[in-house]
């Protein structure tokens, strides 16, 4: 019994740590849940400002590469298209 109530501060410390935890986790999983949920929002967006690009007769592939494109630093770009150019060549598609 002596053994028992030593380690019952111990016990009441841990669990008031683990409580804290317990709270924290749940903050962060509920920010992550909103966040998730607006991540599918502005994909469906997305999707939608697609739908109407194609229903303009515009290539969503096309879009699709030229925004691709639009993120790449202008060196890293230079870099690609270099190596696109020296690949076609190596196969004959030049």
């Known amino acids: 019994m002596a053994d028992f109530a030593a380690n ?3 016990k009441d410390e841990s669990d008031a740590i683990g409580a ?3 709270d ?3 903050a962060l999983i509920a920010r992550i849940e909103r966040l ?5 929002g502005v994909a469906a967006d997305i999707k ?3 739908a109407e690009a ?3 007769g515009y290539d969503t592939k096309v879009l699709r590469k030229v925004i691709s494109i639009r993120k790449q630093d202008a060196h890293e ?3 690609m298209e270099a190596l696109l150019e020296l690949y076609l060549g190596a196969v004959g598609e030049s």
Not at 36 to 40: G, I, L, S, T, V
């Open 8 to 10: 019952a501060p111990e």
């Open 48 to 50: 939608e400002v697609y």
């Open 54 to 56: 194609s229903s303009m």
């Open 77 to 79: 770009r230079q870099e």
């Open 20 to 22: 804290a935890a317990r």
């Open 24 to 26: 924290q986790i749940r």
């Open 36 to 40: 998730e949920e607006d991540k599918a």
